[in-house]
């Protein structure tokens, strides 16, 4: 079965600075990894997904993710965090036999003026 | 292109009662996921159907159900309903095709409160 591990429940940046919020895997097949964004009182967003095409892959609104297999992570980052990056990140897996998605607790991101 | 709705938004029940959510799938997806997100956690997944049929179930148990319709939208029931249902119900859909990976589209989900 696979599952994710969100490490920090909290993180805050100031603005203008690196966004980076970890996520670990684990799968017993290579696995699709996703990240979600949710806003409050809303549903999730789609950030940007892994489907073992390129390792690093780009998303919406400036972030990215590494695929790192020898360390069996999937980290997402933001090179300069804006006010609009407040919100509630979650990191999933599935794979490629069981469409159900399994969610990490999620990371929420506080953004300092 | 219209994306995942649901309703109601919101929605206050007691204990002992019954629900139905309802869930209109983005416009080409075949594939409805259900999901349950308590208050500080992440979604947990209850069922997922594809051609009218269940296909896949969470840890959850029996009086929570399901359908979906011809059109692709869907419906989750719970019955006998109990405090911990309280959460954020949330529908998400997909367009299952051979060889390519599904990826879902989430509504803004129904807020239910259990008293």
């Known amino acids: 079965a696979q599952s994710v591990t969100q490490l920090g429940s909290h993180v805050s940046v100031s603005e203008g600075a690196l966004v980076l919020l970890r996520c670990n895997y684990s799968?017993?097949?290579?696995?699709?990894l996703f990240w979600y964004v949710q806003y409050p009182n809303q549903g999730l967003q789609l950030l940007l997904k892994?489907?073992?095409?390129?390792?690093l892959v780009k998303g919406i609104n400036g972030f990215e993710a590494e695929f790192k297999k020898s360390e069996t992570s999937f980290h997402l980052t933001k090179p300069s965090a804006h006010m609009s990056d407040a919100a509630e990140y979650f990191c999933a897996v599935s794979d490629r036999n069981d469409y159900k998605l399994s969610f990490g607790a999620g990371t929420t991101v506080t953004v300092r003026a | 292109e219209t994306g995942v709705t649901q309703s109601p938004t919101h929605l206050i029940k007691t204990r002992g009662q019954q629900v139905t959510l309802r869930c209109s799938s983005q416009?080409?997806?075949?594939?409805v996921s259900w999901y349950q997100q308590a208050l500080g956690q992440g979604p947990q997944f209850i069922f997922q159907y594809y051609r009218e049929e269940e296909n896949g179930r969470g840890n959850f148990p029996p009086r929570f159900s399901g359908l979906q319709f011809p059109n692709y939208s869907s419906e989750l029931n719970v019955n006998a309903l109990e405090l911990d249902d309280s959460a954020l119900y949330l529908c998400?859909?997909?367009?299952?095709?051979?060889?390519?990976?599904?990826?879902?589209?989430f509504g803004p989900g129904t807020r239910l409160l259990v008293l």
């Open positions: 998400a859909s997909s367009r299952r095709t051979s060889g390519s990976v599904e990826t879902q589209y």
């Open positions: 416009s080409g997806h075949n594939t």
């Open positions: 892994y489907t073992s095409a390129a390792t």
């Open positions: 799968s017993s097949v290579p696995p699709y």
